[in-house]
């Protein structure tokens, strides 16, 4: 249903795209996201883009670093990361999720209990 990839080992201050392929029931949800989880930490939220109006949210760490986009026709999920931190080591998962509106989706796009369909995950390392 969603098939991660992208992930690699990069050096800090460098950048990473990561992709994500949905297919089935994955593709016709409200929202895809990214979320991350570093050794001994538990998953956290990175950034989430509605399928249709493109409207986007990001963690705040994510912000100004990381862009999130979609490609409808593709029913493909991307997380461009820019000046990578070592701190931002960790396994990525792409989910998508079900909202009911935007409404909905603005207020509960943090909670990963609200992603129904979650990829294999992708390893992102970043060396100092």
């Known amino acids: 249903q969603l098939q991660a990839s992208g992930g690699g080992l990069v050096q800090a201050g460098g950048s990473l795209r990561l992709s994500c392929a ?3 029931r994955a593709a016709t949800t409200y929202a ?5 989880q570093a ?3 538990e998953r956290e939220f990175v950034a989430a ?3 249709r109006s493109g ?3 990001y963690a705040d760490y994510a912000k100004g670093r990381f862009t999130i986009d979609r490609d409808n026709t593709l029913s493909m999920g991307y ?3 820019n000046s990578l931190k070592t701190e931002d080591t960790g396994v ?3 989910a998508t999720g079900s909202f009911d509106n935007d409404f909905d989706y603005r207020r509960d796009y943090t909670n990963s209990r609200r992603y129904v369909y ?5 390893q992102v390392t970043v060396s100092s």
């Open 32 to 36: 895809i996201g990214w979320f991350r």
């Open 118 to 122: 979650w990829g294999q995950g992708t």
């Open 79 to 81: 997380l461009e990361m």
């Open 55 to 57: 409207s986007r949210r």
């Open 39 to 41: 050794p001994g930490k």
């Open 22 to 24: 949905a297919s089935g």
């Open 49 to 51: 883009v509605t399928w």
């Open 92 to 94: 990525f998962y792409c």
